[in-house]
């Protein structure tokens, strides 16, 4: 069974405080791992897709790495706009329609 | 494009009722899925579509649960009889053909059941 596990759960950072979020997997036969990002009240938002070790992604102050073992979610020079939740998630090959969450961490960036 | 459309964004009921969720996703995707999300168990897949027909329903809870996709514009996830403990926001989305897994959410349903 997939696993995907996040943290920490939570993280505040003041106003340009660089910061990494964290998101440990367990698939059989990855097809990809992905970030979304959910603001309060709404439906989460595709921000990334990563598909294999050493594969790196990027959109604006936000920088996504991938591992065998984990992805890591790099916030550079964070803005209170970026303050939301952010969830990882992973599609599998023995079951490769569906993708599995993790919990998310909770940002919140100070101004 | 107009997203992943869900009704209603709100429904209120009372424990026993019946409830019905409704979705509608984006023109031209193979896939949809039905999602839970609670502060205790984070977010649940439920039950998956591929071309209007169930994959894979392993995580609807029970049998008061059921969901149908009668053609490629619209699916329903019914509750029959609901409870309290069903509170929750159910969340619909849809994605295009196999090798793009990247999926689209709609806005969800808040869920409570008194």
């Known amino acids: 069974e997939d696993q995907v596990t996040q943290s920490p759960e939570a993280l505040r950072l003041q106003e340009g405080e660089s910061s990494s979020l964290n998101c440990s997997y367990t698939v059989s036969g990855l097809r990809g791992l992905f970030w979304y990002r959910q603001d309060p009240g709404k439906g989460p938002e595709f921000l990334f897709t990563?598909?294999?070790a050493g594969e790196e992604k990027e959109k604006e102050r936000l920088k996504a790495t991938l591992t065998k073992k984990e992805s890591f979610l790099h916030i550079t020079a964070p803005k209170p706009e970026d303050s939301a939740t952010y969830l990882c998630a992973v599609a599998g090959g023995t079951n490769a329609g569906k993708s599995t969450f993790g919990d998310g961490t909770t940002l919140t960036v100070k101004p | 494009d107009a997203g992943v459309i869900q009704s209603p964004r709100h429904e209120v009921t009372e424990m026993g009722q019946e409830v019905t969720l409704r979705c509608k996703p984006i023109?031209?995707?193979?896939?949809l899925f039905w999602y839970r999300q609670t502060m205790m168990r984070g977010l649940e897949l439920l039950i998956y579509?591929?071309?209007?027909?169930?994959?894979?329903d392993s995580g609807m809870p029970e049998d008061r649960f059921s969901a149908k996709m009668p053609n490629a514009s619209f699916s329903t996830l019914k509750i029959q009889p609901s409870e309290p403990r069903d509170s929750a926001v159910y969340f619909c989305a849809s994605r295009p053909r196999q090798g793009n897994e990247k999926l689209f959410f709609g806005s969800g349903t808040q869920l409570s059941v008194l």
């Open positions: 579509f591929n071309n209007n027909v169930p994959i894979d």
């Open positions: 990563l598909y294999s």
């Open positions: 023109s031209g995707h193979d896939y």
